[in-house]
């Protein structure tokens, strides 16, 4: 993909075309096809997640085309050593580069078939689609020619730029100015316009889905619901997601039928995108709502950072409901119309804006009550809502001074506090589940039934806990991928992540970047799906009394009915 310097390889490496014949279309280079092949062969190596034929062709694709443009620049500067002009390959080299791509590429796509088959067994995962599998290696080569074109497109562009301004300045000037002009107008164009434009048009058409009401779901008839009789915010301005959570969810029925004991109805408010103009009064209006509910006078309050289009999970809520018997309160508000993969993307400033102004709203209230009064104050999120819960918070002792406990899911790799506790973590400690200060505050797991580490060290008053995945790529996908080896894929492998996935310049980054969009497909305990873990984890937080181990086991089956 990346365009070939000037007196480009493309010209001279080729075979020339005997007289009288047309062009070759695409003209490739030798050196650029050997290192498309190669980085086309790595594409198959295991990533987090199982793939199927479309997106590892998808993979395979761009991984020709990185290869493909290192081979022709590491050609051009070997040259440039050597002091020699490009040649021309003899026919013979094309003949070994050819048999050789049948060799390596089928080796390459039959293990990758192998570690898939791996992969999706550490998963329990059964799906197979044969003709997607088979259409791989085709898709893979329109990627790889479409980004090709795209980037001798940018060459062509260069070059009209350096001859233009080599009418003015010297031609190593020109060149220099006409790359810099390129890759300017090139970058502004992607990041001004067309993506600016992809998530404008996004926005509009997620807001008409917004005012949709889900399947099954009904305006309350409770008082202590927002959209409810006498709630300071309109049913109709929630939003979809807003209607789902307060119109569901256990009543004080459920939650007294599972527990054989007295349940109160649990208070639930939200404010959506048309509530109020902007974040702070939005904040306001869900707190004022959440206040005339009653739920500061309730036994457990939770502060809930949305996801995307104002979506929360509803196994976090409906779990910490039923461990609190419903004498809870939960607050949450919408801050985009964008699904949770695109805000991920470009909704971050939203989401940090969201957490800090309903946090501090809730905490404005909550402060000023009696100490005697005060309801416990609990803070969670999933996601981009983790990210956006953290952002009320400096640090360890802000989280441990301010709230009674935090529970926070799939943290993206970016958050500041997730960052800093994982970055800083007790020498020993794997990546994965990473130990902070000996535990005293903030822990890490992958499954809480399995003892949360260090499992020997004391974690009294405020207990942190973050939920994550070995497999989940929201977790672990960060830019320095394509460029440098994270600890946690050089250290032992979580339970759900094969042995054989290692770390390869470029290739990694794409994979799991590829990864992200189906974080959520595969089954519950793995990549970003976290379900039957909210009430060991809720549980651990909240260490609620009543419950056995067997309790529990049957709320997960109420949380997240198998099948």
């Not at 790799?413 to 005293?440: C, Q, T, W």
């Not at 009294?460 to 946690?488: G, K």
Request: aromatic share 12%.
């Amino acid at each position: 993909m990346t365009p070939d310097v000037h007196e480009s390889p493309d010209v001279h490496e080729s075979p020339p075309d005997s007289p009288g014949k047309r062009r070759r279309s695409p003209r490739l280079t030798l050196p650029g096809c050997w290192g498309a092949l190669l980085f086309t062969c790595l594409s198959f190596t295991p990533s987090l997640l199982p793939r199927g034929g479309i997106l590892q062709g998808l993979i395979a694709g761009i991984s020709a085309a990185i290869g493909y443009g290192l081979g022709v620049i590491a050609a051009y500067v070997w040259r440039a050593f050597a002091d020699r002009e490009a040649r021309s390959p003899s026919s013979r080299s094309w003949q070994i580069l050819c048999g050789s791509a049948l060799v390596l590429f089928g080796l390459a796509f039959g293990f990758g078939q192998y570690w898939q088959h791996e992969i999706r067994r550490l998963m329990g995962v059964s799906d197979y689609n044969v003709l997607a599998t088979i259409a791989c290696p085709f898709v893979a080569a329109l990627v790889f020619l479409l980004l090709l074109y795209a980037g001798r497109g940018l060459r062509r562009l260069y070059r009209w730029v350096a001859g233009l301004l080599g009418r003015w300045v010297g031609p190593r000037a020109a060149q220099v100015v006409g790359w810099l002009v390129v890759a300017a107008l090139a970058w502004s164009v992607f990041s001004g316009v067309l993506l600016s434009g992809f998530v404008n048009a996004a926005n509009e058409a997620f807001s008409l889905r917004d005012d949709e009401t889900p399947e099954g779901v009904h305006q309350p008839t409770s008082a202590l619901r927002s959209g409810g009789p006498g709630s300071l915010v309109p049913w109709g301005s929630l939003g979809r997601e807003g209607r789902a959570f307060t119109g569901s969810g256990p009543t004080a029925g459920d939650i007294g039928s599972f527990t054989h004991r007295r349940a109160l109805e649990p208070v639930r408010a939200y404010a959506g995108l048309e509530t109020a103009d902007d974040t702070e009064s939005r904040a306001k209006r869900a707190v004022a709502d959440l206040e005339r509910a009653g739920g500061f006078q309730r036994a457990n309050l939770l502060v809930m950072t949305t996801t995307g289009s104002g979506w929360v999970d509803p196994a976090a809520v409906d779990s910490f409901e039923y461990l609190g018997d419903g004498d809870s309160a939960t607050v949450a508000m919408q801050y985009s119309y964008l699904p949770s993969w695109l805000s991920y993307l470009v909704d971050q400033s939203k989401a940090r804006a969201a957490g800090r102004e309903l946090f501090d709203a809730v905490y404005d209230v909550w402060s000023k009550l009696p100490q005697d009064k005060r309801p416990r104050l609990f803070v969670a999120g999933e996601s981009l809502g983790s990210f956006g819960g953290e952002t009320a918070f400096s640090g360890e002792y802000d989280l441990r001074n301010r709230t009674a406990g935090t529970l926070f899911a799939g943290p993206p790799n970016f958050n500041a506090l997730f960052r800093e506790f994982s970055d800083h973590r007790d020498k020993g400690s794997p990546e994965i589940e990473p130990v902070y200060r000996d535990g005293r505050t903030v822990r890490f797991t992958e499954d809480p039934t399995t003892g949360i580490p260090p499992t020997d060290e004391p974690w009294n008053d405020t207990r942190v806990l973050y939920l994550m995945h070995a497999s989940d790529p929201i977790v672990w996908w960060s830019p320095d991928l394509a460029l440098s080896e994270p600890d946690w894929i050089g250290q032992a492998p979580g339970p759900d992540v094969l042995e054989s996935m290692v770390w390869i310049p470029f290739v990694t980054f794409w994979q799991v970047t590829a990864d992200l969009p189906f974080s959520t497909g595969v089954p519950d305990g793995h990549g970003h799906t976290y379900k039957a873990a909210y009430v060991d984890g809720w549980n651990t937080v909240m260490r609620p009394t009543g419950f056995t181990p067997q309790d529990l086991d049957r709320l997960k089956d109420v949380i997240h009915p198998e099948g």
